[in-house]
C-alpha cells in the first residue's frame, strides 16, 4: 500500500521568500510522485513529476522537486514565491503499475504581500 | 491535443433527489478514468476508477455509482443524494501503456461543484 504525507495544511510566506512545501510518501514498490496545484473551484493542474529519471525535477512556474528515496521525502520547492503562487498544492504517489495514485490532503499556500 | 470536459460546472440538488454527471476526454483512446470527490479539508478521495468500457472498481462503499457506457465517457450517479455526498466532484483520465502496464500521470477536468440542500 502506498501513502502520503504532507506537512503542514496550510503555510505562508512572503512575496519574494523561498517556498518550501513538504512531502513524505510510503510505498512498497518503486515510486511515481507528482506534485498538483489547484486554483479555487478550478481541477488540479500538474506541476512536476518524478518517474524514476532524475532525482531533481524542475516543473512550470519555477517550481523544482528533489526525490530523496533515503528520506523518503519529495519536497517542493520556489527560491521566490509570487503572489500567483498562492494556492493549494497536492502531493500524489502512485507505485509503477498501478493504475491509482493517492493524494495527500493538500497545502494551502499563502503568500503575504 | 487532450482535453477533458465535465458538467454540469454547478449544481444545486435537494436531500433524495437524482444525480447524474458526465465527463467526456478528446483527442485519446483508451484512457483510463476516475472520479474523485474532495470535501473541504479532506483532500481528494477516489470513488470511483475504470480502465475500460464497462469495467468499474469502487473504491469507497456509498450509495453513489458509476458507468462507463463508451471508451471516452464517464458517468457519476446516485439514486438519492445525501447531504453528505456535498462537495467538488472531479473528473480525471491517464493514458496506459498497455505493453509494459505504466502510465501517465492524471490529467484532470474542471470539476463539478454539488451543493445538497
Known amino acids: 500500500a502506498q501513502s502520503v504525507t504532507q506537512l503542514g495544511s496550510h503555510v505562508s510566506v512572503s512575496e519574494g521568500a523561498l517556498v518550501l512545501l513538504r512531502c513524505n510518501y510510503s510505498s512498497s514498490v518503486p515510486p511515481y510522485l507528482f506534485w498538483y496545484v489547484q486554483y479555487p473551484n478550478q481541477g488540479l493542474q500538474l506541476l512536476l513529476k518524478?518517474?524514476?529519471?532524475?532525482?531533481l525535477v524542475k516543473g512550470i512556474n519555477g517550481f523544482e522537486a528533489e526525490f530523496k528515496k533515503s528520506e523518503t521525502s519529495f519536497h517542493l520547492t520556489k527560491p521566490s514565491a509570487h503572489m500567483s503562487d498562492a494556492a493549494e498544492y497536492f502531493c500524489?504517489?502512485?507505485?509503477?503499475?498501478?493504475?491509482?495514485?493517492?493524494f495527500g490532503t493538500g497545502t494551502k499556500l499563502q503568500v503575504i504581500p | 491535443s487532450q482535453t477533458i470536459h465535465q458538467w454540469p460546472a454547478t449544481l444545486v440538488q435537494p436531500v433524495g433527489s437524482p444525480l447524474s454527471l458526465e465527463c467526456t476526454v478528446e483527442g485519446t483512446s483508451n484512457p483510463n478514468l476516475y472520479w474523485y470527490r474532495q470535501a473541504a479539508g479532506r483532500g481528494l478521495q477516489l470513488l470511483f476508477y475504470s480502465v475500460g468500457i464497462g469495467q468499474i472498481s469502487s473504491e469507497v462503499p456509498q450509495n453513489l455509482s458509476a458507468s462507463r457506457p463508451q471508451d471516452r465517457q464517464f458517468i457519476l450517479s446516485s439514486k438519492k443524494l445525501l447531504l453528505s455526498d456535498s462537495g467538488f466532484y472531479l473528473c480525471?483520465?491517464?493514458?496506459?501503456?498497455?505493453?509494459?502496464?505504466?502510465?501517465?500521470?492524471?490529467?484532470f477536468g474542471p470539476g463539478t461543484r454539488l451543493t445538497v440542500l
Open positions: 518524478y518517474t524514476s529519471a532524475a532525482t
Open positions: 480525471a483520465w491517464s493514458v496506459r501503456n498497455l505493453l509494459s502496464g505504466k502510465k501517465s500521470e492524471q490529467f
Open positions: 500524489a504517489v502512485s507505485p509503477w503499475g498501478y493504475q491509482k495514485v493517492t
